[in-house]
């Protein structure tokens, strides 16, 4: 089966700091996303990669920015960490044959900021 | 763009009771794919079913099945004998055929179970 790891199950953070939020897939897949997840919006695509060292902003992507140097890494950072970045952070990735379409998830980092 | 609109915020039913829950979805694309995926609480992310939209016969994994309605753009996941364990939050889903597509949510549907 396909595993996604995020490095943190939970996080609490302070204002201003910057804040690495790790995702690493052993399945060679090709495309890695983040997503936030926040009660009544559901979940919101903040940075996407279809390769090693490319990336697109999704649709939140202000005050984010992500880092893929090796294909099954792929981290989001917060550059200086905002109460309003509290949320849970999803980390997903995919494959390019059509049987790989759907997600893969990892188990989710709920970040605190205080 | 396409959009996914989960129409109902919160359902219950009644433990070994069937339940339907709706999804519609907008787009100009003929060939896409839907999914529902299962979040139960505190816990990771899964898939449950998925359908490609060039299949006619709707999708089906032991107690969980689809309605495609393609011509109405509706995809409606219905559980039958409901278990404890399926309480959870729901997601529609919709991806385009091309390669490394990103996939978009509705805001979901939160199942309780009700022994």
């Given at each position: ?11 609490v ?102 | ?40 609480p ?11 939209a060039y ?28 278990q ?10 919709y ?21």
């Amino acid at each position: 089966d396909v595993k996604v790891t995020q490095s943190s199950r939970y996080l609490v953070k302070r204002t201003g700091e910057k804040v690495f939020l790790e995702c690493v897939q052993d399945m060679d897949h090709e495309n890695m996303f983040w997503y936030r997840q926040d009660p009544g919006l559901g979940l919101r695509l903040i940075y996407f990669s279809y390769d090693v060292k490319m990336k697109e902003k999704g649709d939140i992507p202000e005050g984010y920015s992500v880092s893929r140097e090796k294909k099954e890494r792929f981290s989001l950072i917060l550059e200086s960490a905002s109460t309003n970045q509290t949320s849970m952070y999803l980390c997903a990735s995919s494959g390019s044959l059509p049987r790989e379409y759907g997600y893969t998830f990892g188990s989710g980092t709920r970040l605190t900021v205080v | 763009a396409q959009t996914v609109t989960q129409s109902q915020p919160e359902m219950s039913v009644q433990e070994a009771e069937t339940v339907t829950l709706s999804c519609t979805y907008d787009t100009s694309e003929s060939d896409y794919y839907l999914f529902w995926y299962k979040q139960p609480p505190s816990r990771q992310m899964i898939l449950v079913i998925r359908q490609e939209a060039y299949k006619q016969q709707n999708a089906t994994e032991n107690r969980f099945s689809v309605n495609f309605q393609k011509a109405a753009k509706s995809f409606s996941l219905k559980i039958s004998d409901s278990q404890l364990g399926d309480a959870a939050m729901y997601f529609c889903a919709y991806r385009s055929r091309g390669r490394g597509d990103k996939i978009i949510f509705g805001k979901g549907t939160r199942l309780h179970i009700l022994p």
